[in-house]
């Protein structure tokens, strides 16, 4: 049974900096490539990041390139987020989802497992 759990959200400042991770377990992680994408009150989930099974393809939503970083340690089956200089518009849940393939992919129906979510607020 695979599951996957965030953690790490929380209430920060405009500017400030937060880390999300992501534990998944059920089967080699290091098959599968990993995503986060975060739903807004309102809005659509919409894609933030991706990582290939391997670590070394990343792809990331134009509205968080070069403020967020994604990395997998495939060892302890994690993945997080680093995200920096946070803006209010960065407030919502975020979910991490696991890849049904290795290549990392900005489409959600390539993803079949998700977590819960963890609220990320950014008050301005």
């Known amino acids: 049974q695979v599951q996957v759990v965030e953690s790490g959200g929380g209430l920060v400042q405009a500017g400030a900096s937060l880390r999300l991770s992501c534990a998944a377990s059920?089967?080699?992680?290091?098959?599968?490539?990993m995503g986060w994408f975060r739903q807004a009150p309102g809005k659509e989930r919409e894609f933030v990041a991706a990582i290939d099974y391997s670590g070394r393809n990343t792809y990331y939503a134009d509205s968080v390139k070069g403020r967020f970083t994604i990395s997998r340690d495939n060892a302890k089956t994690t993945v997080a987020l680093q995200m920096n200089s946070l803006k209010s518009e960065d407030t919502a849940v975020y979910y991490c989802g696991q890849g049904r393939y290795g290549r990392s992919s900005y489409d959600q129906a390539e993803y079949d497992y998700w977590g819960r979510g963890t609220q990320v607020t950014v008050s301005s």
């Open positions: 059920g089967r080699t992680f290091s098959r599968y490539a």
